[in-house]
């Protein structure tokens, strides 16, 4: 088990398109193994390897039932619908700002050996697939949201929530 | 990407188990000073006294399967590592709902959280056992019935061993399973403001699913109600909540309108209340406790529900009031008491040191004794206690008596399925649904015996 440093917005590997995969070897299953470790350590939901310095296309997502997806070279084939809510990023830490994404995403993309498979999921995990290939062509959620709420919007946010979850 | 994280449940249920298991801290006030302070919402709230009292609840059990997987014992871990554990296995052997995975994840990250990252694979480790074998436990130690029903339902040895001689096999293994699971709240209607009709049409407007109780008059079964305290049939003291049990000691005092009454123990007021209303608010109820703060929270009651005929005064139990010499038709003593009757509502106290419970019966003595000379005589004496052990129920009674002739217990009837008692009974959750519960009525003899 080895922890990754994860960089933070500033650097320029977060800015950089990464490259395909193509070896599916021991190095890239360390990687994967270090990613999966720094996720549960960071308390995130999601992790792509620009974020520990690495100019690779992977990414690691955690899903509702706290199961984490290894995604090599992952594309998005299909999405439905529209969720606008908070989002946030273990490279921009404390900041959150209001993002519009697709409700449900299908997403394509090779396992750790190589072989092909499909992944569909909605709400939570389906934002975090779009945020994660997005990093992956250099791009952070602050390029798509109007601006980062101060500490007092967010706080009102959170309680705006809980007042709409308690109605349920 | 990441989450705003609001302070979670898990998180407050462990400070909840570390502050009982600790500081000597009682799980229900814990929990919801705990809950308050960290803000949670109340499905939150929801799922961190399930998780609080489901540990509390099965800690033995789960520490005996703890320890066949761990090389270190129980008792020698760091208490956070240990309630961590025990949080973890909770969720996995008893909440269906909760992914064994997400259990065993959710601990490793919280033993990191609270500063001791080099336990994540001891955690890991040995949830993943739990997970595992799930379906497939270790079977329970062998050895005496009294030991394996206190593993198995968590309780100690030496109050099984208690009931086992009391009550025989088959009623211990119902009693200590019944103490593990979930009790509705019974509320008692206010007759003093409302009715049981109108009180339960404002319980259904206020989004409470409120059921009549079985066999207990203007009582009624609540459940899904979060804090009851806030709803507006309860602020405006249409009703009180109180266990049916402790309601039965204001039946077998049978109050008159009119007469003189003392409760020499009565915080927090729930029988004296109890009393006034049957009472129709007519007469005097002298409400006596031994800590002032208290006094404050009874009169604040009083006054929400309507109620004028209590007073309250500061006095200790055990010490003689001459002005009250004989002057009490009715004097209640529903004394302090090990509490083992109300285990299913406070799971902790199955665990109060039994040195500290052998004392008791000789201060339920004193202050029975103490209120006894305030009645007048024909007048009558209650004893009642929240538990079920004979040496602080029967035994304190029998001695009582055979000390005062000028008293004898008399019979009283109580709604069916109980009926008529012989001057006593000892009520079990088990048997009716009530907290386990003594209640003994007496009688002061007119003439001085020859």
Redesign the interface.
Known sequence: MALRKIVLQGEECLTKKCRVVTDFNARLHTLLDDMKDTLIDSGGVGLAAPQVGILRRVCVVMNEDDEIIELINPEIVATEGEQTGLEGCLSVPGKYGIVTRPNVVRVRAQDRDGAWFEVEDEGLTARCFCHEIEHLDGHLFVERTDHLLTDEELQEYIRQQEEEDDKE | ??????SSARDTALEVLLQVSGANAWSDGSLKRTIAKNKL???DAALATRLAYGVIQNRMLLDYYIGCWCTQRPGHLEPVILNILRLGAYQILFMDRI?S??AV??A??MV??HGRPKAAGLINAVLRKFSVHREDMSPLPDGSLAERLSVRYSHPQWLVQHLLDQIGEEETERFLRCNNEIVPTTIQTNYLLTDPDTLEKELHQAGVSAEMHPWLGGCFLVSGTGDLERLEPFQQGHFMVQDPAARLVALAAQPVPGSRVMDVCAAPGGKSFSLAIDMGDRGQILSCDIHPHKLNLMERSAQRLGISCVRTALADGREFHAVWQEQADLVVADVPCSGLGIIRKKPDIRYKDPGELSRLPEIQGQILSNAARYVRPGGVLIYSTCTVLRAENEAVTDDFLAHHPDFERESFTLPQPIGETEGHITLWPQRLDTDGFYICRMRKKTEEPE
Do not use: I, L
Request: aromatic share 0%; glycine share 0%; hydrophobic share 20%.
């Open positions: 990407m990441s989450e705003v994280k609001r919402e109340s499905r992914p995975r997400a994840n959710e490793v990250e990191k959280r």
